[in-house]
């Protein structure tokens, strides 16, 4: 509970700043809605079904791009970083990718996939595969070599050293490795929606541009937001089990 106070009250007086440039009329109405009118416009498109088949489409699209990234990405992290000499050829290509910003890709997604779900997961894992791998190979790489040592003193090989060496001593990376990349692919989600598909948080969001309805806007990025803030801490709470599981905790 002592947590939680300091950030409720950040979240309170941030609310009343808004309210309060709202009406001294900083911003003109039209630029800034009040917190009033986002709240009419969340029980507006709640009511709707809009605004639940958005966040349904979002979660959707983000669930299977990641997935298809991380499955790719985790075993060929775990295989490079045991890897140094494919590991320094392929390390500029990766890192080049890397740095790619994904919204580079929105022409080819739109060419390649057309409008759909499809562009909108091609761009979720172009954003996120390169770093995870990274990510792993680097964890990988910075396992001390007397772990190996040890473990080839109990004979371990294949799925033994995985399971029992390897991956425990990467997982606390690891599952860093994916909040980071789910926070990337949680951003890239709304530009791809902007241009590629016909519903989703992004896509909800260009509609109230086009429809000038800015508290419609913000109303969509306040849940995208707070469904990111809700991954993130559910994620976080794999991190500590993970921790007391493999005993990394003190």
């Known amino acids: 509970m002592k947590k939680v106070i300091p950030g409720l009250l950040v979240f309170i007086v941030a609310l009343f700043i808004w309210w309060l440039a709202c009406r001294t009329g900083?911003?003109?109405?039209?630029?800034?809605?009040?917190?009033?009118?986002?709240?009419?416009s969340f029980?507006?498109?709640?009511?709707?079904?809009?605004?639940?088949?958005?966040?349904?489409?979002?979660?959707?699209?983000?669930?299977?791009?990641?997935?298809?990234?991380a499955l790719l990405a985790i075993p060929l992290g775990l295989w490079l970083g045991r890897q140094p000499r494919v590991r320094n050829a392929l390390l500029p290509m990766l890192n080049f990718f890397r740095f790619l910003s994904p919204l580079a890709w929105i022409p080819f997604a739109i060419l390649w996939f057309h409008i759909g779900d499809k562009p909108a997961f091609f761009l979720i894992?172009?954003?996120?595969?390169?770093?995870?791998?990274?990510?792993?190979?680097a964890a990988v790489a910075t396992i001390p070599s007397i772990y190996f040592r040890v473990a080839h003193d109990y004979k371990y090989t294949g799925w033994e050293l995985l399971t029992k060496?390897?991956?425990?001593?990467?997982?606390?990376?690891?599952?860093?490795?994916?909040?980071?990349?789910?926070?990337?692919?949680?951003?890239?989600?709304v530009a791809a929606e902007m241009?590629?598909?016909?519903?989703?948080?992004?896509?909800?969001?260009?509609?109230?541009?086009?429809?000038?309805?800015?508290?419609s806007a913000v109303c969509y990025m306040i849940v995208i937001g707070l469904i990111g803030m809700g991954i993130d801490r559910i994620l976080y709470q794999f991190t500590k089990l993970s921790n007391v599981r493999w005993g990394y905790e003190r």
């Open 125 to 137: 894992f172009m954003s996120t595969f390169f770093p995870l791998v990274l990510t792993v190979m």
């Open 195 to 215: 241009v590629g598909c016909q519903d989703g948080l992004g896509y909800g969001i260009w509609e109230a541009r086009n429809g000038l309805r800015l508290d």
């Open 43 to 69: 029980k507006e498109e709640f009511k709707a079904g809009r605004l639940v088949n958005d966040v349904v489409a979002s979660l959707w699209r983000v669930f299977v791009g990641y997935y298809v990234a």
């Open 165 to 189: 060496v390897t991956f425990p001593a990467v997982l606390p990376q690891l599952i860093t490795g994916l909040r980071v990349t789910y926070g990337i692919a949680w951003v890239v989600i």
């Open 26 to 40: 900083v911003f003109p109405a039209y630029a800034l809605p009040s917190p009033g009118q986002v709240l009419l």
